[in-house]
């Protein structure tokens, strides 16, 4: 088609010919070939010139259309390859992804305007290739596999109360003294029930019981602030409820343990520009040199 457009708008074989740099011979067999293919005659030749047949000049305004529609096609693919813009999938677990990560995605998008963003807030481990996501956030230790990590700030829990219950069932002192109150627990897992906290330097793991748990930190601290019992979650989870006074912060001598947090792709996946930037945000705003994340971020 390319050979054909340019033998008519050059007037002859060897005009196109040379413009392609390949032989007139060359050139002809082009446009016999595609004659053949089409079952019709495009051009009447004569020694001297070539002229469009009738249906040789409806094909040729067909094709110039069709090679410029395939022109832009290649620079939109190029575009994409230089600039963020897109759909891109990303995966992270509930609470991290609706409380800490939304807070701050306005700036990506502001950013990146072109860039579209899916995002899927899941507590179970997602199959990144099988489930279709480009990237992931996941907290916790993360087994051996062929994904690629790049770690993030340690997630950080924190053990509090209403004011309304502590004054109804007291005040905690210590980790053993959970013992004696209805805690509500977060459920993934079989372990939902031991939280971990630091004592004398060493970490241990203390039992606890109450009448009420759910698979929803944002449930846990409605609970909460319902005055129904004491919780464990993500300290961004609960510092406005903290500074506002409708929690108190307990135990705060006794770390409670800080897990890893990381951001994860396929070690397959090819590093799109949307994918790259979407990691370069992320660690700017929650990797270890990042300073620690506030509500206001």
């Known amino acids: ?40 005659r495009l051009l009447n030749r004569t020694t001297r010139r ?35 813009r897109g759909v891109l999938r990303v995966t992270a677990p509930a609470t991290f992804g609706g409380q800490m990560l939304t807070a701050v995605i306005r700036g990506y998008l502001e950013r990146y305007p072109d860039v579209e963003l899916d995002l899927s807030l899941n507590d179970r481990v997602v199959d990144l290739v099988e489930e279709g996501f480009e990237v992931a956030l996941r907290i916790g230790p993360l087994p051996d596999s062929s994904l690629i990590a790049r770690p993030l700030q340690p997630y950080r829990s924190v053990v509090c109360a209403s004011p309304e219950y502590l004054a109804r069932r007291g005040t905690p002192q210590t980790p053993q003294q959970l013992a004696a109150h ?19 330097g060493a970490l241990q793991e203390i039992e606890v019981h109450g009448n009420f748990r759910a698979n929803s930190g944002l449930a846990l601290r409605t609970a909460a602030l319902q005055g129904i019992g004491v919780i464990m979650q993500p300290e961004a989870l609960l510092r406005d409820a903290v500074a506002a006074g409708r929690l108190v912060h307990l135990l705060a001598d006794y770390a409670s343990e800080h897990r890893p947090m990381h951001l994860v792709v396929a070690s397959n996946r090819k590093m799109t520009p949307k994918l790259k930037s979407f990691i370069e945000f992320v660690v700017e705003h929650f990797g270890r040199d990042a300073p620690p994340f506030t509500a206001t971020n």
């Open 182 to 200: 209805n805690c509500l627990s977060f459920v993934h897992g079989s372990r939902y029930n031991l939280w971990p906290f630091s004592v004398d």
């Open 1 to 40: 088609m390319q050979i054909f457009v340019r033998v008519v708008e050059k007037g002859g074989f060897s005009a196109a010919a040379e413009e392609a740099r390949i032989s007139p011979t060359m050139v002809g067999k082009h446009v016999r070939q595609l004659e053949e293919q089409l079952g019709v």
């Open 50 to 84: 070539q002229s469009l047949t009738e249906i040789g000049q409806l094909y040729f305004e067909r094709c110039k259309q069709a090679l410029l529609e395939i022109e832009a096609a290649d620079a939109s693919v190029k575009q994409m390859q230089l600039l963020p």
